[in-house]
T-cell receptor, first 115, second 113 residues
């Protein structure tokens, strides 16, 4: 299994540009999530999905859109990039555990810089 | 909102030493607690997951304990090695779902040969 894959690894955008961060998993996990990691702030949840066709907002959803048309893929779209979106973005997937989420599997991350 | 704290933010130890990393949380009604390792420029790797009904989990040289009543978890690393150098994060789930998972900011561990 490839696990959770993310592309691209690095990206530089100009303010106002849009782009899509790709995330895919081959473990047939129902739950998928997008986080951003900023120095001193830990990981913050952007959007998540509990299954194909179902998405919901996390703690910091503004400026981002998601869709989940298949179990495997969960792309994150930046609508109009802003310097405040400079961050490292992680995608995660997890099977449904007993009484909560199971073990989380993370992708390698996308390092995004917005100038 | 659940607050998850990891102190210290950074720790250096000589190789071979046993060490303890701390994680504290404010809401004791948790579903589970998970410890992760993050190498520089990499994603998070799950180390141990402790369900709320469990007191500890072990994997090799790692042992994680959970005390819900005091809102604390510890990650014990035995006989530390330079390869253990990384940032260690804990995450607490307070309800079913990704929107109820809260991460600490991590402890950066350096093991000196």
């Amino acid at each position: 299994n490839a696990g959770v894959t993310q592309t691209p690894k690095f990206q530089v955008l100009k303010t106002g540009q849009s782009m899509t961060l790709q995330c895919a998993q081959d473990m047939n996990h129902e739950y998928m999530s997008w986080y951003r990691q900023d120095p001193g702030m830990g990981l913050r949840l952007i959007h998540y999905s509990v299954g194909a066709g179902i998405t919901d907002q996390g703690e910091v959803p503004n400026g981002y859109n998601v869709s989940r048309s298949t179990t495997e893929d969960f792309p994150l779209r930046l609508l109009s990039a802003a310097p405040s979106q400079t961050s490292v973005y992680f995608c995660a997937s997890t099977p449904q555990g007993l009484g909560g989420l199971g073990e989380q599997y993370f992708g390698p991350g996308t390092r995004l810089t917005v100038t | 909102k659940q607050e998850v704290t990891q102190i210290p933010a950074a720790l250096s130890v000589p190789e071979g030493e046993n060490l303890v990393l701390n994680c504290s949380f404010t809401d004791s009604a948790i579903y589970n607690l998970q410890w992760f390792r993050q190498d520089p420029g990499k994603g998070l790797t799950s180390l141990l997951l402790i369900q709320s009904s469990q007191r500890e989990q072990t994997s090799g040289r790692l042992n994680a304990s959970l005390d819900k009543s005091s809102g604390r978890s510890t990650l014990y690393i035995a006989a530390s090695q330079p390869g253990d150098s990384a940032t260690y994060l804990c995450a607490v789930e307070i309800g079913a779902g990704a929107n109820n998972l809260f991460f600490g900011t991590g402890t950066r561990l350096t093991v000196i040969p």
